[in-house]
């Protein structure tokens, strides 16, 4: 991904990964980015290392650097280690997760594959694993975490590599 960025982030440097990038350009917006982003963690009823777990796998799809090389310090504290973020990100999303973290998982790929056609097996392990309120947060939280993936990639300018970087949940 070492095309060239298509915009370039606002000068000066305000210490907030967000606030500093690309999106930062239009500041009137920045504000609801950030409070939507904020919802998506706190307000929801899944666990930070639950959001976590479908933030980065979803990243592993849309292949933004900067957000497989993120870890929020919210989901670290809820549990979230760098083993589960390794099986997360290979080929084999089974081994070493729960019930659960194996059905957000796959929910992720349904996701990024073929939305609207979950099989009838993954339905069921979702409905029987995950209450209605937990499903919609998850469909919301991936939702939004794809669209800004694809944005963060689309903007371009994206290194090959991050080392792992640890930030709090943007305010």
């Known amino acids: 991904m070492t095309s060239a960025a298509r ?3 606002p000068a000066g440097n305000t210490g907030n990964v967000i606030r500093d990038s690309a999106l930062g350009i239009v500041p009137e917006t920045l504000d609801h980015y950030l409070a939507l982003n904020a919802a998506i963690w706190d307000a929801g009823p899944l666990g930070a290392a639950e959001v976590e777990l479908a933030r980065l796998r979803n990243a592993r799809h849309t292949g933004c650097v900067l957000c497989q090389a993120v870890r929020y310090d919210v989901a670290i504290a809820d549990g979230l280690t760098e083993d589960k973020v390794q099986v997360i990100r290979g080929d084999d999303p089974a081994a070493g997760l729960s019930e659960r973290e194996r ?3 796959a929910f992720v790929d349904q996701y990024n594959l ?3 056609g ?3 097996h993954l339905q069921q392990a979702l409905l029987a694993a995950f209450r209605e309120d937990e499903l919609l947060h998850l469909s919301l939280l991936v939702a939004w975490f794809n669209g800004s993936s ?3 990639v689309a903007l371009g300018g994206m290194p090959e590599a ?3 970087l640890e930030i709090s949940v943007p305010r």
């Open 118 to 120: 979950i099989p009838g």
């Open 7 to 9: 915009v370039s982030p």
């Open 162 to 164: 991050m080392p792992r």
């Open 150 to 152: 694809r944005c963060a």
């Open 103 to 105: 059905l957000i998982v």
């Open 114 to 116: 073929d939305p609207g």
